[in-house]
Nanobody
Framework: QEQLVESGGGLVQAGGSLRLSCAASIRSFLSINMGWFRQAPGKDREFVAGVSWSGGKTWYGDSVRGRFIVSRDNDKSTVSLEMNNLKPEDTAVYYC??????????????????????????WGSGTQVTVFS
């Protein structure tokens, strides 16, 4: 059974940092683009960051660009999200998600900047991040 499990959430003061991790139990993890989304109470789920199957391409939502860094370790089947200079508006449940791209992997292509919910087929259950001022 394919599964994504997030960890690392918590309570942090504004200006601080947190590092989220996502452990993936997915066949062919090497061929899968990964993403992070977040959802605050009463709001739609929002794209945060993405990383290509190779790790060679990353992309970010406007609200986090320059503060967050996404990375992956294909040997360990994990994806990380380093969050710096956190703001109260970053408070949300953060989700890890997978977007399979076997064609990109086979041909050695980097994907477009996937940022729509429908681009991702497998989701974790989320981890809460709360930033207080």
């Amino acid at each position: 059974q394919e599964q994504l499990v997030e960890s690392g959430g918590g309570l942090v003061q504004a200006g601080g940092s947190l590092r989220l991790s996502c452990a993936a139990s997915i066949r062919s993890f090497l061929s899968i683009n990964m993403g992070w989304f977040r959802q605050a109470p009463g709001k739609d789920r929002e794209f945060v960051a993405g990383v290509s199957w190779s790790g060679g391409k990353t992309w970010y939502g406007d609200s986090v660009r320059g503060r967050f860094i996404v990375s992956r370790d294909n040997d360990k089947s994990t994806v990380s999200l380093e969050m710096n200079n956190l703001k109260p508006e970053d408070t949300a449940v953060y989700y890890c998600a997978a977007a399979p791209s076997p064609r990109d992997y086979v041909y050695g292509l980097e994907p477009g900047e996937l940022d729509e919910l429908d681009d991702f087929t497998t989701w974790g259950s989320g981890t809460q991040v709360t930033v207080f001022s």
